[in-house]
C-alpha cells in the first residue's frame, strides 16, 4: 500500500510540474497594443523618460538619422535629438502586426509611422519592428528598429 501511495505521489509532482503555465496570447496582444499606443502618446507629449521606461536596460535600438542606441544615456540624446527636428504633434503610429510566442515571453510588432519636420518643410513616412522581451511581468522593448521611405518635401506655395 505504502509503494502504490508513493507512486502516485511521485507521478502527481512529475506531471505537475511539468506542465507549463497557460498563455493568454489574446491578452498579451492587447497589453502590447496599448503599449505601442503609449509611445506615441508620450513621443507626442515629448515625454523622454516615459518613452526611456519603454525599453530594456540591454536593448538595442536603430533609429534612423540617429547613432545606434545601445544604453539609456545614448538612447535620451538621440530623443532628445529626434525631438529637436520634428513637430512633436504630427507623430503618427500604425500598429499592423503583433506576434506572441507560445512560451509568452517573446513577442514582436510591426508597422509604420509618419511625422514632420519642425519647420514643416518635410515629411517623413517609414516601417518599424519592435522586439519585446517579458521582464518581470513587464513587456520591454529588447530591440527596435525604425527605417524611414525617404523623405518628401511638402507641397508648399513657393515649391508648386
Not at 60 to 68: E, K, L, R
Request: glycine fraction near 4%; proline fraction near 3%.
Amino acid at each position: 500500500m505504502k509503494t502504490i501511495v508513493s507512486f502516485f505521489c511521485t507521478c502527481i509532482i512529475i506531471f505537475g510540474c511539468s506542465q507549463t503555465p497557460k498563455v493568454d496570447i489574446n491578452k498579451d496582444i492587447e497589453a502590447l497594443r496599448l503599449i505601442e499606443d503609449q509611445f506615441v502618446e508620450a513621443s507626442r507629449a515629448g515625454d523622454i523618460d516615459k518613452i526611456l521606461n519603454w525599453y530594456a536596460p540591454s536593448s538595442v535600438d536603430m533609429a534612423y538619422n540617429v547613432p545606434v542606441s545601445l544604453d539609456h544615456q545614448a538612447r535620451r540624446k538621440a530623443i532628445e535629438s529626434w525631438f529637436k527636428t520634428i513637430d512633436l504633434k504630427s507623430i503618427k503610429n500604425t500598429t499592423d502586426d503583433i506576434q506572441v510566442s507560445s512560451s509568452g515571453d517573446l513577442a514582436f510588432t510591426r508597422g509604420t509611422s509618419y511625422q514632420k519636420s519642425s519647420d514643416g518643410l518635410t515629411e517623413y513616412s517609414g516601417r518599424w519592428v519592435s522586439i519585446y522581451k517579458k521582464i518581470d511581468g513587464n513587456w520591454k522593448v529588447i530591440v527596435n528598429i525604425d527605417h524611414n521611405d525617404s523623405p518628401k518635401p511638402l507641397q508648399t506655395e513657393t515649391t508648386k
